[in-house]
């Protein structure tokens, strides 16, 4: 929705995913081997004539496409997923009765991995994170076996009649993160067959690429060497530069009372996976390779040399009367330079989640302070040869530096384009481009409504498909599905970012934002109320607390209460919505200078605002929700002279 004006280098909004996507493709990655029972390979005869029998029918008869061939692998697609999953299924089951009568050592036996992901079009050659996957998921299957990612099982669940067996997270080679697996159970019906098959549908061509969410399908002949894979997945022509990384060495307890102790080492255990799950383009030093500075004293130099760290977090614990307190500094560690520091007191009695919800505060203000860190040191122009990460956080310096604008969101996306073009599965550029189109929405009086929104689905989409355990994914997901009227769809979206990351204000806060849109804002106030308690720190998250108040009181009616928070976010955050919200109030109120004053203002940071434009940007269809506007808010509008139109 708005911009981040400090802190954080993306916001952590909350998303929620939906099983189908129109815009899925099912490339299929097919690697018939020889059988290496015994040390041999299959006949070359042999092989061929399962393509031909088998293989070949089986591809024409799903739509499958072969993209090329190397040697003696395949590489495959397919116009969806089911598609894939029933090509895969009947080669396996065809196989397996062309096997029943021959012996042992004379059998060939095919791998089989499904995956859906997104890949790169290159004329008519495909490649990307999603094949690469496919490849690794057909090498952790067994002989006549088919292993398939979980985003697979999850589309095909209920539209293909078999089961699953969940293999857990697999950590493989060459993938950073690791691979939830499923092995397809072969017994049982037939496969439904489909009526015809859907049109295929490509996104939109970028930068002479086209990208594509996509099933794909690995098969390989069982026993064949893993150094045969290279070769057949070929992958993006990824920089491969470190992005920027975070250090939390073992926090101190210099007092050294038990308690103390223990709670530092509690601070020091939970902060490096909470900022694991809040920071994305800064890399998080495994707690592991820091625990050996644990009594140390530390030269940062060297520390950050040995463990390739660009930030250390170094913090110390002591009791101040009955409440323990937290000191922290943030070093950058090429200059040895403190470049932020803050402290924060503890109380047992302070929330029922107590020291859970005490890291996730200190995490959150971490984060903050490298990513105001990381604006500061890539605000200059990219070198030529900038990483996708370094021109992702370079885009969020320039949309800094020209905030709330149009044209600062234009300047940006091509920082963020140029980010995806060197890695298309590189989630903070996704995400944004995301947000580069919704201040063009939000801010851009004639925005193309219809475009951008699909659009945003389209980029929110990929983006939990690529992660889904990050929480602004989710977030920027769930806004988009509340802005198409899928109010149940973004409510689970939002519930999902809530359990990423439980200690995150931003999911509190558009749950809050969905329940005005309900007409529920007395419970809007109460999930505020909820976010205020995890002492919000970014100028923008606070401005948010501001705001959500505010259209909750105003939706209640209580005007005076209303301006009051309003007031209060003008002063953390000047945007245009709250200027709209205190026209009304003021306007309700009788304060009818107030209100021209305010009127103007918004007619600056967004000319040609009128009713109707504002229904189109936050409307709802809930009743509740649209008497309640009607009776408070647009009458205020109207009474401060905005036209309908």
């Given at each position: 929705?708005?911009?981040?004006?400090?802190?954080?280098?993306?916001?952590?909004?909350?998303?929620?995913?939906?099983?189908?996507?129109?815009?899925?493709?099912?490339?299929?990655?097919?690697?018939?081997?020889?059988?290496?029972?015994?040390?041999?390979?299959?006949?070359?005869?042999?092989?061929?004539?399962?393509?031909?029998?088998?293989?070949?029918?089986?591809?024409?008869?799903?739509?499958?496409?072969?993209?090329?061939?190397?040697?003696?692998?395949?590489?495959?697609?397919?116009?969806?997923?089911?598609?894939?999953?029933?090509?895969?299924?009947?080669?396996?089951?065809?196989?397996?009765?062309?096997?029943?009568?021959?012996?042992?050592?004379?059998?060939?036996?095919?791998?089989?991995?499904?995956?859906?992901?997104?890949?790169?079009?290159?004329?008519?050659?495909?490649?990307?994170?999603?094949?690469?996957?496919?490849?690794?998921?057909?090498?952790?299957?067994?002989?006549?076996?088919?292993?398939?990612?979980?985003?697979?099982?999850?589309?095909?669940?209920?539209?293909?009649?078999?089961?699953?067996?969940?293999?857990?997270?697999?950590?493989?080679?060459?993938?950073?993160?690791?691979?939830?697996?499923?092995?397809?159970?072969?017994?049982?019906?037939?496969?439904?067959?489909?009526?015809?098959?859907?049109?295929?549908?490509?996104?939109?061509?970028?930068?002479?690429?086209?990208?594509?969410?996509?099933?794909?399908?690995?098969?390989?002949?069982?026993?064949?060497?893993?150094?045969?894979?290279?070769?057949?997945?070929?992958?993006?022509?990824?920089?491969?530069?470190?992005?920027?990384?975070?250090?939390?060495?073992?926090?101190?307890?210099?007092?050294?009372?038990?308690?103390?102790?223990?709670?530092?080492?509690?601070?020091?255990?939970?902060?490096?996976?909470?900022?694991?799950?809040?920071?994305?383009?800064?890399?998080?030093?495994?707690?592991?390779?820091?625990?050996?500075?644990?009594?140390?004293?530390?030269?940062?130099?060297?520390?950050?040399?040995?463990?390739?760290?660009?930030?250390?977090?170094?913090?110390?614990?002591?009791?101040?009367?009955?409440?323990?307190?937290?000191?922290?500094?943030?070093?950058?560690?090429?200059?040895?330079?403190?470049?932020?520091?803050?402290?924060?007191?503890?109380?047992?009695?302070?929330?029922?989640?107590?020291?859970?919800?005490?890291?996730?505060?200190?995490?959150?203000?971490?984060?903050?302070?490298?990513?105001?860190?990381?604006?500061?040191?890539?605000?200059?122009?990219?070198?030529?040869?900038?990483?996708?990460?370094?021109?992702?956080?370079?885009?969020?310096?320039?949309?800094?530096?020209?905030?709330?604008?149009?044209r600062g969101a234009l300047e940006t996306r091509k920082w963020f384009d140029e980010a995806l073009r060197l890695d298309p599965s590189f989630v903070p550029a996704i995400r944004g481009r995301w947000q580069t189109l919704e201040y063009e929405l939000d801010l851009g009086?004639?925005?193309?409504?219809?475009?951008?929104?699909?659009?945003?689905?389209?980029?929110?989409?990929?983006?939990?498909?690529?992660?889904?355990?990050?929480?602004?994914?989710?977030?920027?997901?769930?806004?988009?599905?509340?802005?198409?009227?899928?109010?149940?769809?973004?409510?689970?979206?939002?519930?999902?970012?809530?359990?990423?990351?439980?200690?995150?204000?931003?999911?509190?806060?558009?749950?809050?934002?969905?329940?005005?849109?309900?007409?529920?804002?007395?419970?809007?106030?109460?999930?505020?109320?909820?976010?205020?308690?995890?002492?919000?720190?970014?100028?923008?998250?606070?401005?948010?607390?501001?705001?959500?108040?505010?259209?909750?009181?105003?939706?209640?009616?209580?005007?005076?209460?209303?301006?009051?928070?309003?007031?209060?976010?003008?002063?953390?955050?000047?945007?245009?919505?709250?200027?709209?919200?205190?026209?009304?109030?003021?306007?309700?109120?009788?304060?009818?200078?107030?209100?021209?004053?305010?009127?103007?203002?918004?007619?600056?940071?967004?000319?040609?605002?009128?009713?109707?434009?504002?229904?189109?940007?936050?409307?709802?269809?809930?009743?509740?929700?649209?008497?309640?506007?009607?009776?408070?808010?647009?009458?205020?509008?109207?009474?401060?002279?905005?036209?309908?139109?």
């Amino acid at each position: 929705m708005r911009r981040r004006a400090a802190g954080a280098v993306v916001p952590p909004n909350a998303i929620g995913s939906r099983l189908e996507h129109s815009n899925q493709r099912c490339p299929v990655s097919a690697k018939d081997i020889g059988d290496c029972h015994g040390g041999r390979h299959a006949n070359g005869s042999t092989l061929k004539a399962h393509r031909r029998e088998v293989i070949d029918p089986k591809i024409a008869e799903y739509g499958g496409r072969i993209v090329k061939t190397t040697g003696d692998g395949l590489l495959l697609e397919f116009p969806s997923v089911v598609e894939a999953v029933r090509c895969a299924v009947d080669v396996q089951r065809g196989m397996a009765q062309r096997n029943a009568a021959v012996t042992h050592e004379r059998r060939i036996d095919f791998r089989i991995g499904v995956n859906v992901g997104d890949i790169i079009i290159d004329g008519d050659d495909i490649f990307g994170d999603g094949v690469n996957v496919a490849a690794r998921l057909q090498a952790l299957a067994e002989p006549g076996e088919i292993c398939v990612s979980k985003v697979v099982r999850d589309q095909v669940l209920d539209k293909l009649n078999f089961a699953f067996e969940d293999l857990g997270s697999q950590k493989v080679k060459n993938i950073a993160r690791p691979i939830e697996a499923y092995r397809v159970d072969l017994g049982g019906e037939a496969l439904p067959r489909t009526s015809g098959l859907r049109r295929w549908q490509r996104l939109r061509p970028s930068l002479g690429w086209r990208w594509l969410s996509a099933s794909i399908v690995a098969i390989g002949l069982a026993g064949i060497a893993s150094w045969m894979l290279p070769q057949l997945w070929k992958t993006a022509p990824v920089h491969r530069t470190p992005s920027p990384a975070v250090a939390v060495l073992p926090f101190t307890a210099p007092g050294g009372r038990t308690d103390e102790v223990q709670f530092a080492d509690t601070l020091t255990r939970g902060l490096t996976p909470a900022l694991g799950r809040r920071s994305r383009s800064t890399r998080v030093v495994s707690q592991d390779l820091t625990a050996s500075y644990a009594g140390k004293s530390i030269d940062a130099r060297s520390v950050g040399r040995d463990l390739n760290a660009t930030y250390l977090v170094e913090g110390e614990v002591r009791h101040v009367g009955e409440r323990i307190q937290v000191n922290m500094q943030l070093l950058e560690t090429a200059g040895a330079t403190q470049v932020w520091s803050d402290s924060l007191e503890f109380g047992q009695t302070d929330q029922p989640d107590g020291q859970a919800v005490f890291v996730g505060r200190l995490a959150a203000r971490i984060e903050s302070a490298v990513a105001d860190a990381n604006m500061r040191r890539f605000a200059g122009p990219p070198a030529p040869d900038a990483s996708p990460v370094e021109l992702t956080l370079h885009a969020y310096s320039v949309r800094y530096r020209d905030n709330n604008t149009v044209r600062g969101a234009l300047e940006t996306r091509k920082w963020f384009d140029e980010a995806l073009r060197l890695d298309p599965s590189f989630v903070p550029a996704i995400r944004g481009r995301w947000q580069t189109l919704e201040y063009e929405l939000d801010l851009g009086p004639k925005a193309d409504t219809n475009r951008i929104l699909q659009e945003m689905d389209e980029l929110s989409f990929r983006a939990i498909s690529i992660d889904n355990t990050n929480s602004g994914a989710w977030f920027e997901r769930a806004d988009t599905l509340t802005r198409q009227w899928r109010w149940e769809a973004a409510l689970e979206a939002n519930a999902k970012a809530g359990k990423v990351d439980p200690t995150n204000g931003w999911a509190l806060n558009q749950r809050a934002g969905l329940m005005i849109l309900a007409g529920q804002p007395q419970e809007a106030l109460t999930l505020i109320e909820r976010q205020v308690a995890l002492d919000p720190q970014d100028q923008e998250e606070l401005g948010w607390v501001m705001l959500q108040r505010c259209r909750a009181y105003m939706a209640l009616g209580r005007y005076d209460e209303a301006i009051a928070a309003c007031e209060r976010d003008v002063a953390l955050d000047n945007w245009w919505l709250p200027h709209l919200y205190l026209v009304a109030g003021y306007a309700l109120t009788g304060k009818d200078a107030k209100a021209a004053a305010e009127k103007a203002t918004l007619l600056q940071l967004r000319s040609g605002t009128s009713v109707a434009d504002f229904k189109k940007l936050y409307y709802s269809d809930n009743p509740a929700f649209v008497q309640q506007m009607e009776a408070h808010l647009l009458a205020g509008l109207r009474k401060a002279g905005f036209p309908e139109h």
